[in-house]
């Protein structure tokens, strides 16, 4: 593949043509980006167990290819997390991953 002028970023990048496109184009498949909000239920330490649990079960998630990434969010936001599912957004999944009660 022949590389490509543009070195705006300090790196030599490959020409991408039409045919290269058309080709990574077919293969594309649709997700689902998740963002998961912190609730009253999230009170760490005494959730940390269940937190656990949760993280094995999107690790299993993972391994199925149902949820290719999933990174927690670590700052004193009101967000817990984002995840991306490999379904469509019209075709959730049967269950949604959630932190057992």
């Not at 705006?8 to 649709?30: A, H, K, N, V, Y």
């Not at 656990?52 to 936001?77: F, I, K, T």
């Amino acid at each position: 593949m022949p590389v490509a002028e543009e070195t705006s970023i300090g790196l030599e990048l490959p020409t991408i043509t039409d045919e290269f496109m058309e080709q990574r184009l077919s293969q594309s498949q649709s997700y689902t980006l998740c963002l998961l909000k912190r609730t009253a239920k999230l009170k760490r330490p005494e959730m940390d167990p269940g937190i656990w649990e949760h993280g094995r079960r999107n690790m299993a998630l993972q391994q199925a290819g149902v949820m290719p990434m999933v990174w927690p969010v670590r700052d004193e936001s009101e967000w817990a997390g984002i995840r991306i599912l490999a379904v469509r957004p019209s075709e959730p999944p049967r269950s949604s991953p959630r932190i057992p009660e």
